[in-house]
């Protein structure tokens, strides 16, 4: 099953993100496991991931972020501050499987 992970300062925020996002995938059968965690946690749990979003209030860890994740070919993007906002999962959750869908045609070319 693929996986996506969001990380913001405490893993709290992104919570409520988690919730909308599971609900658009069920609405639409997809099946995907979606889980938050704090920015501090993120080495611990990057290798679990097939993507990774970041909340925006943590834009200043995007650099160590892409570090971790590009050797391991995981993509990885900000959220959008005006999605995130009103907590628009199924934008969240376009943007995560655009990513992989992206990620994946770049590994059978």
């Not at 658009?24 to 991931?49: G, L, T, Y």
Request: proline share 3%; glycine share 4%.
């Amino acid at each position: 099953m693929k996986r996506i992970l969001l990380f913001c300062t405490a893993g709290m925020s992104t919570s409520l993100m988690v919730t909308k996002m599971k609900e658009s995938a069920e609405k639409r059968n997809i099946e995907i496991s979606i889980d938050a965690f704090p920015e501090a946690q993120m080495e611990k749990h990057v290798d679990e991931a097939n993507v990774i979003l970041l909340g925006p209030q943590i834009r200043y860890a995007f650099k160590r972020a892409q570090r971790l994740c590009q050797s391991r070919n995981i993509p990885v993007a900000m959220i959008n501050a005006m999605d995130y906002g009103v907590m628009d999962g199924e934008k969240v959750l376009n943007q995560a499987l655009q990513l992989m869908k992206t990620q994946e045609g770049e590994k059978n070319e």
